[in-house]
């Protein structure tokens, strides 16, 4: 089988962060590679077909069993460590620019409803959800979170800075966590978004209410507009159709990670 969708690089990246197989009774059948597996997982999310449809013939195995592999790999916090492990090198790099980040989200229909949905007020209350994304001055995602649709994105704001892991540059000194300054639209202009950043050293620039335009803050907040744009390219990732919330996350967080070697490669 080619392996076209796992390239030999990203392979060795994600390899040591899998979990040992666990043995398997005498007589089964052979376990799916993990390889393979993560080629059907790709497939999935690239495509947008459901499980069930994952043709036989491409040698991923089953959609059950690609379903499993993601399941245990995201409870195992692969996509969470690679996530580190891409953006530490880019920091080594010197390839992350810590002078300024953007925040913002989008909404998503959730077809089949399930956790971390609710009534989208942009789409007639219809179930949804919310892919909140904080990223550097080059577009790169720091981090990534999901929320009903009808959660304001105020209310994550907080969390979302604080879900940026500490990002190591193979020098001397603590890793870094903040940008320097912080770009957000309206909706961020709340004073405790405001005081979240002074807590935190952050220098905020946030659009206010009645008073500016948005589009002032066009020239740096570009950047995530992109990045959120990048995210839908994954069809699976168009429409929420997993009502598992952690199936949902998973796929979200392989997709930040696909982002963020793009970007590894692309400066690297």
């Not at 659009?207 to 803050?217: C, F, K, P």
Request: with cysteine; glycine share 8%.
């Amino acid at each position: 089988m080619a392996t076209s969708l796992v390239s030999d690089e990203l392979w060795q990246l994600i390899q040591p962060l899998l979990p040992p197989e666990t043995p398997r009774p005498r007589g089964g059948r052979p376990r799916v590679p993990d390889r393979a597996a993560l080629e059907g997982i790709l497939y999935l999310l690239k495509t947008g077909i459901g499980w069930e449809h994952l043709p036989r013939e491409l040698g991923y195995g089953s959609g059950m069993t690609c379903w499993r592999r993601l399941r245990d790999w995201h409870a195992a916090g692969v996509f969470t460590r690679l996530h580190q492990v891409l953006l530490d090198r880019m920091a080594q790099a010197d390839h992350l620019d810590w002078s300024r980040a953007c925040v913002d989200s989008t909404s998503i229909p959730a077809a089949r409803g399930g956790p971390q949905t609710g009534p989208n007020p942009t789409d007639r209350g219809r179930p949804g959800s919310k892919r909140h994304v904080i990223v550097d001055g080059r577009g790169t995602p720091l981090a990534v979170l999901i929320s009903p649709a009808n959660r304001h994105d105020s209310m994550l704001f907080e969390a979302l800075l604080d879900a940026v892991p500490p990002i190591h540059n193979g020098r001397r000194g603590h890793p870094r966590t903040r940008p320097e300054r912080l770009h957000a639209d309206k909706a961020y202009d709340i004073p405790r978004c405001r005081r979240a950043c002074h807590k935190r050293g952050i220098k905020v620039r946030i659009a206010r209410r009645g008073r500016e335009s948005s589009e002032r803050l066009g020239r740096h907040r570009w950047v995530v507009e992109r990045t959120l744009a990048w995210f839908s390219r994954f069809r699976r990732l168009r429409v929420r159709y997993e009502v598992r919330a952690d199936i949902h996350l998973a796929f979200t967080q392989l997709a930040c990670c696909l982002i963020t070697f793009k970007q590894h490669q692309r400066f690297c």
